[in-house]
């Protein structure tokens, strides 16, 4: 193999790629990237015992057909270290030599033969999405998901495609998030299944380019994400999380005696600036609701006290105080692109619910409730 590409470009790919490398491998080659040239390009390929990603990397001259597996922490220090506009490979037996700017590193590796072979044969998608969609999808609900005892259902998210309609949801017992949006084509039935979170982080990164598609295909108890069409498509395939996820439709509150609706970017710098003063051990802000106006206040009796104010219009319902994470609160609101957001609340002790339109529903169990 012997090649010469874009450096930056390379790193970025590399980067990605080594996302999905296990740093404890029992298999050598789950440790490695393997790169392949063929047909004037190369392609990036990174596997664990549950996902694996092929990513294409562009501005590339391939002068020599080729394989390698070499280590991947030590193939992207080099690549990093590396400085010049270009680098270049050059393969030996199962030697890597990278060639930049007056810089010659010679990486061993192993025999490309034992890197995993992906056995998945192209099918026909289950539905196309837009990346874009498909993004502000992914980056709406990922937040929420569980991040301990992640073999089990709800350390992955919820997948649902019924129709051209796409649904996520994810929770970690203490909140629920649920985000919809719209595919572009979609086969008869419907897709259910359940993604790991690791699987939607990296698909985040994948579907960077807005105008690409994703497509989606279900095989065998996978799921394969192509991003982008032809030879130059990137692709994420992923084994899927076993298990019933929580019957979430039932934690959504059906009923509500408050609602209001308040301005984005004054409600998150305020409880932002609240949770100053907290502490983990008291870790809760209370937002105390009236017809004109919301205080939100924290406090820590070793920190001290916070409370701020901002003006309510169109407050429906009794007066009410109730205590949420701040974090909680914040973390989805930087999630919202939409100027407003509407709150709907019961009691103090019963969870509250925020909505924009029909495309997120986010509810969170007030502080000493979860």
């Not at 010659?104 to 056995?119: A, C, M, R, T, V």
């Not at 907290?278 to 106006?293: I, Y």
């Amino acid at each position: 193999m012997k090649l010469i590409c874009d450096r930056a470009v390379l790193a970025a790919a590399v980067q990605l790629a080594q996302q999905v490398v296990a740093t404890r491998a029992a298999v050598p080659a789950l440790s490695c990237i393997k790169l392949t040239a063929k047909d004037g390009r190369l392609t990036l390929q990174a596997a664990d015992k549950d996902i694996a990603v092929e990513v294409p990397v562009a501005a590339v001259e391939v002068k020599e057909a080729g394989e390698a597996l070499v280590p991947a922490k030590k193939l992207a220090e080099v690549v990093n270290e590396c400085e010049g506009a270009t680098i270049s490979f050059e393969v030996s037996k199962h030697a890597l030599t990278i060639k930049a700017d007056r810089m010659k590193f010679s990486i061993l590796g192993f025999d490309p033969k034992e890197f995993p072979s992906n056995k998945d044969a192209a099918v026909k998608p289950d539905f196309v999405v837009p990346a874009d969609t498909l993004r502000r999808l992914v980056v709406r609900s990922v937040f929420a998901a569980a991040t301990e005892n992640t073999r089990f259902a709800m350390g992955g998210v919820y997948m649902e495609r019924k129709g051209k309609r796409l649904r996520l949801v994810a929770t970690d017992g203490r909140r629920l998030v649920v985000t919809k949006g719209d595919c572009s084509t979609a086969n008869e039935g419907d897709t259910i299944a359940i993604v790991p979170t690791k699987a939607m982080n990296l698909l985040n990164r994948l579907a960077s380019q807005p105008d690409d598609a994703v497509q989606v295909s279900r095989v065998e108890g996978r799921l394969i994400f192509t991003v982008g069409e032809g030879p130059e498509a990137a692709r994420l395939m992923t084994n899927l999380i076993e298990g019933t996820f929580p019957p979430f439709e039932d934690v959504i509150p059906k009923e509500h005696d408050r609602k209001v609706t308040c301005d984005v970017q004054q409600l998150l710098a305020s409880v932002r600036r609240a949770g100053i003063l907290t502490t983990e051990q008291s870790k809760g802000v209370k937002l105390g609701f009236t017809a004109t106006e919301l205080k939100i206040s924290g406090s820590s009796p070793d920190v001290g006290e916070a409370e701020i104010s901002m003006p309510l219009s169109g407050y429906q319902g009794q007066p009410i105080e109730i205590v949420f994470n701040p974090g909680y609160v914040t973390e989805a609101l930087r999630l919202v692109d939409s100027p407003e957001i509407t709150l709907e609340m019961k009691a103090p002790n019963k969870p509250g619910v925020f909505r924009v339109g029909q495309e997120f529903t986010y509810v969170i169990m007030p502080t000493g409730q979860g």
